[in-house]
């Protein structure tokens, strides 16, 4: 797949009160994961190696977001006895070589490596317009025990966890922090809610409270973040429906959904693992930086994905279409999901299989999204969600003049 590919807008958008018509614009797709943990934190690989995977897999940017940290500092990574983790480093020291890796062996025949910074790392890899990193911070709060995680996107100062009184209370001190300092800076940033139904720490009702909050993960790779959720919690992706009917009633911005690795696991892969390559979002930018990507993701011009990739996605007033890049021998089911006015649960509105369609966005509907369901089994599936699937962003319906 090359997500580099010239996107070309297929439609002239009529400029209000003149009439006359734009000139086609040109802009990009960009595949990138916005959550990946390293020896930073709790992952288990060097974060040159991470980042060489996911360059070499076709991503244009990647965010390293290891708990509450922003890999700064002096950190001494002590490489575990395993012969699975002293394979890795023979494998890192190898490849880098000794003149980039730190490291010592201490009397009782430890390895202890100094981790290279966020400002180190990313030297290596970073290349205009082809690979990103933005520095990131899982932001890692709890309250009475449940794990309360975010993450900060493209943030400059680390932000401890700001704890508070109630779920609700925890999110949004940790929100208003990150806003706090996009402020500051005068510099895009993103808090995203990392997996919801991890411990079943963040109800509906918790999300619904949220203030300046429009971004969750609707599909997180960890293998136990209950995406599905249970015969007692609704999954990830129906608590996104029921926030964005009850963020239209409250005149909130519409919650939008993303994909993520949240990979921690680099040397063992399976469904009990937490492995990298599972779950990513897909941006439409002008260019490949840190303002551009947040730029578009603040508009909803992103998808969300496990495997199946669009070649094209048009939104406007009327009509949101849809085109799938065919697999070969893979079949596409193309669903649009939405609220009607006056109602309080959402539902499939259409479903066809095919490669392409389209909707009409009609009065009668709050917003729309749409899913498309892959029949190819992804190759490293979590839970029950076997097949390659994308999600497109909510369109909030307004009424037509
Ligand atoms: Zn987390
Ligand atoms: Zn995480």
């Not at 971004?215 to 992706?237: A, I, K, L, P």
């Not at 993701?297 to 199946?308: I, L, P, Q, R």
């Not at 649009?336 to 959402?346: T, V």
């Amino acid at each position: 797949m090359n997500y580099l590919r010239l996107f070309v807008v297929l439609s002239f958008i009529t400029v209000i009160g003149c009439g006359e018509q734009q000139k086609p614009s040109t802009e990009h797709w960009f595949k990138g994961n916005l959550h990946t943990h390293s020896y930073w934190s709790d992952g288990d690989e060097f974060p040159e190696v991470i980042m060489d995977w996911y360059k070499s897999h076709d991503y244009q940017f990647v965010a390293l977001t290891d708990h509450n940290t922003l890999a700064e500092g002096d950190k001494w990574k002590v490489v575990s006895q395993d012969s699975l983790y002293q394979n890795g480093f023979k494998n890192y020291l190898d490849h880098y070589g000794s003149n980039w890796v730190n490291y010592k062996i201490d009397s009782l025949n430890q390895t202890h490596v100094k981790l290279k910074t966020y400002e180190e790392y990313k030297s290596l890899f970073e290349e205009r317009e082809k690979f990103l990193i933005i520095q990131s911070e899982e932001i890692t709060d709890h309250f009475q025990g449940k794990p309360l995680h975010m993450n900060a996107t493209n943030i400059k100062k680390k932000i401890d966890p700001q704890g508070g009184n109630s779920v609700v209370e925890v999110l949004q001190n940790n929100i208003d922090e990150v806003i706090k300092q996009r402020d500051e800076l005068e510099i895009p940033m993103i808090a995203h809610i990392n997996h919801p139904n991890f411990g079943y720490a963040i109800g509906l009702q918790d999300m619904i409270a949220l203030k300046n909050e429009k971004y969750f993960e609707v599909y997180n790779g960890h293998h136990m973040v209950n995406n599905s959720g249970d015969s007692t919690h609704m999954s990830t992706e129906k608590m996104w429906d029921l926030i964005n009917i009850a963020y239209v009633e409250k005149n909130k911005p519409l919650m939008y959904g993303l994909a993520t690795d949240d990979s921690h696991n680099y040397h063992v892969k399976g469904g009990k693992w937490s492995n990298a390559g599972r779950g990513w979002i897909v941006v439409r930018a002008d260019s490949l930086s840190s303002k551009s990507l947040i730029n578009a993701m603040e508009t909803g011009d992103f998808y969300a994905s496990t495997g199946v990739e669009l070649s094209s996605l048009i939104v406007d007033e009327k009509k949101i279409s849809i085109e799938v890049n065919q697999k070969a021998g893979v079949t596409y089911q193309i669903t649009f999901i939405g609220c009607k006015k006056g109602k309080d649960i959402p539902e499939e509105l259409t479903s066809t299989e095919g490669f392409k369609a389209s909707f009409e966005l009609t009065d009668d509907l709050l917003f729309v999204r749409c899913k498309i369901t892959s029949s190819k089994l992804h190759e490293n599936p979590v839970e029950d969600l076997l097949y390659e699937t994308a999600w497109t962003q909510p369109v909030l319906v307004t009424m037509s003049k």
